[in-house]
């Protein structure tokens, strides 16, 4: 897949291209139905199958105030979309200017002059131009005019409900990890680089690898069956997230045990993948107890290995 992380460095030819736009945070199962129709259109009409998104997230713009709690950060985006076969992905810096541009604007300058539109694919509820004054009905009134044809794509349904970014980023924060990887297709997952910590795990007789990570979205407090990649390694893992309320911390931790793993892992890069919720996060009296749990979840999670689908 090409890469274009300018909109404005970039001309495609006229009448080029096959594209679709969006965040596409997560790149869910919903987004990759949609790439899958823009590249049968594009094989059909002989075109390249472009996807065209905003970075930063328009809302970061717009929202300075609030926590996104992205589900992909842009590098993982670019790698999910590129699996899915797209031809090329384009970037268009979100400025203040980007978001003042009115719907006609956006469809002459973007569509036309920079991506050589010949179909544009968008979802019922797409918004596009300054305040979001441009729908679905004004996009084909706008194709009319400007020489390109535009495709209203289906919703993609699971459980009677249409999947987004939205409801992935729902469960995933209700620690609802099996129920976002059915939306997503895939695992959850967050990397991250291995940190020195308090030597508690090590102490206790459950070494764990302490992870500092720039994701934005964690599940929710609580003990998980994970895997964990290393080094083109898969292994086994039980992960804590929490603020170790039982040694009175307050900082939100992520600790790791790897199962059958004896190595040294500070300042390594490694990923978690979330299969399966274990518990919430418990205070202990005694660490004693503590250990007794900490068996107990390693167990668990065996069972679920034995059980999981790569």
Request: no cysteine.
């Given at each position: 897949?090409?890469?274009?992380?300018?909109?404005?460095?970039?001309?495609?030819?006229p009448v080029s291209t096959v594209l679709t736009i969006g965040n596409f945070d997560g790149v869910h199962l919903g987004h990759q139905s949609l790439f899958s129709l823009v590249k049968e259109t594009a094989?059909?009409?002989?075109?390249?199958?472009?996807?065209?998104?905003?970075?930063?997230?328009?809302?970061?713009?717009?929202?300075?105030?609030?926590?996104?709690?992205?589900?992909?950060?842009?590098?993982?985006?670019i790698q999910l979309i590129a699996r899915t076969g797209i031809d090329a992905l384009v970037c268009a810096p979100f400025t203040r200017e980007f978001a003042g541009l009115s719907a006609a604007d956006f469809a002459r300058r973007v569509l036309v002059e920079h991506l050589g539109c010949?179909?544009?694919?968008?979802?019922?509820?797409?918004?596009?131009?300054?305040?979001?004054?441009?729908?679905?009905?004004?996009l084909t009134e706008l194709g009319k005019e400007l020489g390109f044809k535009t495709i209203i794509a289906p919703p993609f349904v699971i459980d009677g409900k249409v999947v987004s970014s939205t409801r992935v980023r729902q469960h995933i924060m209700a620690g609802e990890v099996m129920a976002a990887s059915r939306l997503?297709?895939?695992?959850?997952?967050?990397?991250?680089?291995?940190?020195?910590?308090?030597?508690?795990?090590?102490?206790?007789?459950?070494?764990?690898?302490?992870?500092?990570?720039?994701?934005?979205?964690?599940p929710r407090e609580g003990v998980y069956a994970v895997w964990v990649e290393y080094d083109g390694q898969r292994f086994q893992g039980v992960v804590s997230i929490g603020y170790n309320p039982t040694f009175g911390d307050t900082?939100?931790?992520v600790e790791v045990h790897i199962l059958d793993f004896s190595g040294d892992l500070y300042g390594e890069s490694i990923k978690i993948i979330f299969l399966e919720r274990l518990r919430d996060t418990i205070?202990?009296?005694?660490?004693?107890?503590?250990?007794?749990?900490?068996?107990n979840d390693?167990?668990?999670?065996?069972?679920?290995f034995a059980l999981a689908k790569e």
């Open positions: 897949m090409k890469e274009y992380l300018n909109l404005w460095e970039q001309r495609f030819p094989a059909r009409e002989g075109k390249e199958a472009v996807a065209l998104t905003f970075q930063p997230h328009p809302l970061k713009l717009i929202f300075p105030e609030r926590r996104l709690f992205l589900i992909t950060p842009l590098a993982k985006k010949h179909t544009v694919i968008v979802g019922d509820n797409y918004y596009f131009g300054r305040d979001r004054e441009g729908d679905v009905n004004r997503l297709g895939r695992y959850y997952s967050v990397e991250g680089v291995v940190k020195p910590g308090k030597n508690r795990g090590k102490d206790l007789g459950f070494p764990t690898a302490n992870i500092r990570s720039e994701a934005e979205l964690y900082g939100l931790t205070a202990f009296t005694e660490v004693a107890s503590l250990k007794v749990q900490i068996a390693i167990r668990a999670a065996r069972r679920i």
